[in-house]
């Protein structure tokens, strides 16, 4: 598919926008705590994840996930931007990678506009200089500085919104969900791409990039005790760029591997959105049609979005 983005449902069909239509996928809405508990397959949580007296929305907790893809990422701070110019507050935001970045910034209470600003100054995440490689060629230090800048180095449990960021343990291949302590350490977490960055210990383990066991961290948010789940995905896609040597066969693979985990995350999402942004990519100095494509997206699935809000609440006010 080129171009456009396009939307997951549950209980209706995958459909295009302007990119023609794609395979139906029925779903059910899965009680997903309870059949994941049974099979084994919750991912660990650092930090506790307990009902949150923050909640804004009664009787239900309304999750908004955003997941990896680099610089793709800056789609994120359109939807965003769309989703605060309708007044919609999150009670539960949870990033991966990327959208850790934005996401983090988001629940610490910064408009789209500020996280534009923050995204800009992207040239310091990361240091290489002056160290020797030990398991990554650099590290994410310059990444944790300017978070911590803009958010006063505060603790998850202090912010605005409630946030969690989703890690891999490297030496076990197990998701990780980051739901306590310093934020910029665990966005660091989140966003260590191996081999790039250098792993960031976190009470004895070894964590590195979310996108390698969730890029679209849907099962983290109901593992959080998310009762509507709103996915954003924003990933790199296999047929976006051609494989003409042998570091593209390397990037290839690992796009093809990070798509397949997003369709297994998002089936457990009430909504997933899903925006081709590489199109845009030809420019890197201007990032502006980007964002535009992530409002637009909102703009165009905001009815969607809005009927299952509504639907929600009609559902917790019967007796």
Not at 63 to 82: E, N, Q, T, W
Not at 102 to 125: K, T
Not at 253 to 270: G, K
Request: net charge negative; hydrophobic share 45%.
């Amino acid at each position: 598919m080129s171009g456009g983005w396009w939307i997951d449902r549950v209980h209706r069909t995958q459909y295009g926008h302007g990119c023609g239509s794609m395979p139906d996928r029925p779903m059910t809405r899965r009680r997903f705590i309870g059949i994941a508990a049974a099979c084994g397959i919750l991912p660990s949580v650092i930090g506790a994840a307990e009902a949150d007296p923050r909640r804004k929305v009664k009787g239900a907790v309304i999750a908004v996930c955003l997941g990896s893809g680099g610089r793709h990422g800056y789609a994120h701070i359109g939807v965003i931007r769309a989703l605060q110019r309708r007044g919609f507050v999150p009670d539960l935001i949870v990033g991966t990678s990327a959208g850790s970045i934005a996401g983090a910034l988001w629940a610490a209470g910064h408009d789209a506009d500020a996280i534009e600003r923050v995204a800009d100054l992207s040239g310091q995440f990361s240091r290489n200089r002056f160290r020797l490689p030990v398991l990554g060629i650099g590290t994410l230090d310059g990444l944790r500085e300017l978070v911590d800048r803009h958010i006063g180095s505060r603790d998850m449990e202090s912010l605005p919104i409630r946030f969690a960021a989703q890690a891999t343990d490297l030496d076990t291949g197990a998701p990780v969900i980051l739901a306590s302590g310093p934020v910029g350490r665990a966005v660091v977490a989140s966003a260590s791409v191996p081999l790039r960055y250098e792993p960031v210990l976190i009470d004895g383990r070894r964590l590195v990039d979310g996108a390698l066991s969730a890029p679209v961290p849907v099962d983290a948010a109901r593992s959080l005790g998310a009762d509507v789940v709103i996915a954003f995905d924003v990933a790199y896609r296999p047929y976006e760029e051609p494989v003409d040597g042998f570091s593209d066969v390397a990037f290839q693979t690992y796009h093809i591997m990070v798509n397949r985990l997003i369709e297994e995350q998002i089936r457990r999402a009430d909504i997933a959105i899903r925006l081709d942004v590489h199109q845009f990519m030809d420019n890197e100095e201007d990032m502006q049609a980007t964002m535009l494509a992530g409002e637009q997206a909102v703009h165009h699935y905001w009815p969607e979005i809005s009927r299952l809000l509504t639907d929600q609440e009609s559902n917790n006010l019967q007796p």
